[in-house]
């Protein structure tokens, strides 16, 4: 029986900036008042996921930054695995030889040693080789967050000495990410994508959402088959490969489609909603069967 259900934030549990379809908020609702616990586990930090949280009226844990941080329902940090510094640096370096939007997670700030007008300037070179109007439209979405949340123009020296949970670089040409990742690899980091605006991700290697959520579960009695997963991008692959009970919404990449157990709606048709519908639905027909 179903203990706990996590649902990936982008491109799965929201159907457009930071809104939750009333079904799925109603099947969340639900299941926790059956006892349920649910927790959203994310790329984005604590802080961009409280009024999501709120706005809702959800109460759940967090998995935040790829799981580099964990939060209880009532917002107290778990868990916190910064990058090794020694690491840090070597990425920074690595950032230094490309025009990049380079972008540092701490606990409580974004921080970037780009300027706000470069970063604009990124974004709409990255602008020009989308071929689809929803790639140029999710762009804009994205530089809007950071541009609401950012610190520009923050020193690197001033980085290094931060806990970083997660450093990303974000609207890459297709050929700086092969070659940047081809250099990340080399690392003893965890590299990932999230799949938006062509961006790339690093966590220190103790770090995916798929061992966070191993870890509460672990810390909390719950067995593996007692978790249902939700998710659309490469970052949530360790999550499916962890957990059997796998939901793909039907807008995620082949890759997850082909590692589901189980393929709902996509984000913008109440897909987490539908999936957790399913899930009570067994829950119920089992009880009535005891």
């Not at 070179?125 to 520009?152: H, N, P, Q």
């Not at 249902?228 to 939901?247: H, I, L, W």
Request: aromatic share 8%.
């Amino acid at each position: 029986m179903i203990k706990l259900i996590a649902a990936d934030v982008d491109g799965t549990l929201i159907c457009k900036k930071d809104v939750i379809t009333p079904r799925t908020v109603s099947a969340i609702k639900e299941a926790y008042a059956q006892g349920i616990r649910f927790v959203l586990c994310s790329g984005r930090n604590y802080y961009e996921l409280k009024d999501i949280i709120h706005n809702h009226g959800l109460r759940c844990l967090a998995i935040c930054a790829n799981g580099g941080l964990i939060y209880d329902e009532d917002g107290k940090e778990i868990d916190s695995r910064p990058l090794d510094k020694g690491n840090l640096k070597k990425i920074i370096a690595i950032f230094s030889r490309y025009p990049v939007f380079r972008i540092f997670h701490g606990k409580d700030r974004v921080y970037s040693p780009e300027s706000y007008d470069r970063v604009v300037e990124i974004c709409e070179d990255y602008k020009k080789m989308c071929r689809k109007e929803e790639e140029k439209e999710t762009a804009d979405r994205i530089l809007s967050g950071y541009l609401d949340g950012t610190v520009f123009d923050t020193p690197i020296d001033a980085i290094e000495k931060l806990d970083i949970i997660k450093t990303e670089l974000m609207f890459l040409p297709n050929e700086t990410f092969a070659a940047i990742w081809q250099e990340m690899e080399k690392l003893d980091v965890a590299l990932t994508s999230a799949g938006l605006g062509n961006n790339m991700e690093m966590t220190d290697k103790t770090v995916n959402k798929g061992m966070a959520l191993g870890a509460f579960c672990e810390k909390n009695d719950i067995s593996h088959d007692e978790v249902a997963v939700f998710g659309d991008a490469m970052n949530d692959m360790p999550m499916f490969e962890a957990f059997e009970n796998s939901f793909a919404v039907a807008n995620a990449v082949d890759e997850i489609k082909n590692k589901a157990k189980f393929i709902t709606s996509s984000n913008t048709e109440d897909g987490v909603g539908l999936g957790i519908e399913k899930i009570l639905n067994e829950i119920n027909k089992e009880t009535k069967n005891a």
